[in-house]
C-alpha cells in the first residue's frame, strides 16, 4: 500500500470520527436544552405554589389582598405596602416569564397561563391601582410596556 492511499484512508477516518462527534455534541445541547427549560418551569411552578402558599399562610395577608383587590381605598397605609410588596413579587415571576418566554428558554404553553394571571390581576380595581401607581415603573421597561400594550390598554 502506497503513503497516498493510507493518507486518503486516515483523512477519511479522521472526517467519520469528527462526524460522529458533532453528532454527538448536538445530541448533548438538546438533552441540554430541554433538561434547563425542564428546570426553568419546575422552578416558576415552586415559586407560584409558594406564592400562594404564602398569601393562604400568611394570617391576615389573605383578608388584605381580597380587601385591596376589590377597592384598594378600604385599606390602610401599612395595608396597602403589605399588598404591594406581594404583588411587586407576583409580577416579578411574570417578568421573568415574559423574557423566558420571548428568548424560547421555556416551553410555549407555559407563558399563557401566566398571561391569563398578570390579565386577572390587572382586572380587578386594586391591581389595576397598584399596576398604575407603582408596577409599570418597578418593572423591567420591556415587560412593562408589554403589558401596557397587550393587558392595559385591552
Known amino acids: 500500500m ?10 477519511m477516518i479522521a472526517g ?3 462526524l460522529i462527534t458533532l453528532i454527538y455534541l448536538a445530541i448533548q445541547v438538546r438533552q441540554n436544552t430541554a433538561m434547563s427549560r425542564e428546570a426553568i418551569l419546575r422552578n416558576q411552578t415552586d415559586r407560584n405554589m409558594d406564592n400562594s402558599k404564602f398569601i393562604a399562610g400568611t394570617p391576615g395577608l389573605m383578608d388584605i389582598y381580597i ?6 381605598d378600604q385599606v390602610t397605609r401599612e395595608e396597602r405596602w403589605r ?7 407576583m409580577f416579578l415571576d411574570f417578568q ?4 423566558f418566554s420571548e428568548t424560547r428558554r421555556q416551553k410555549d404553553y407555559w407563558w399563557p397561563m401566566i398571561r391569563k394571571n398578570i390579565e386577572f390581576y ?12 407603582q408596577g409599570s415603573n418597578m418593572l423591567d421597561s420591556e415587560f412593562a410596556a408589554f403589558v401596557d400594550r397587550e393587558i392595559v390598554k385591552k
Open 2 to 11: 502506497n503513503w497516498e492511499a493510507l493518507g486518503a484512508i486516515s483523512e
Open 16 to 18: 467519520v470520527a469528527v
Open 67 to 72: 380587601r385591596a383587590m376589590d377597592d384598594p
Open 83 to 89: 399588598f404591594g410588596s406581594y404583588m411587586y413579587g
Open 96 to 99: 421573568e416569564a415574559y423574557h
Open 122 to 133: 390587572l382586572s380587578r380595581p386594586g391591581g389595576r391601582a397598584w399596576w398604575n401607581s
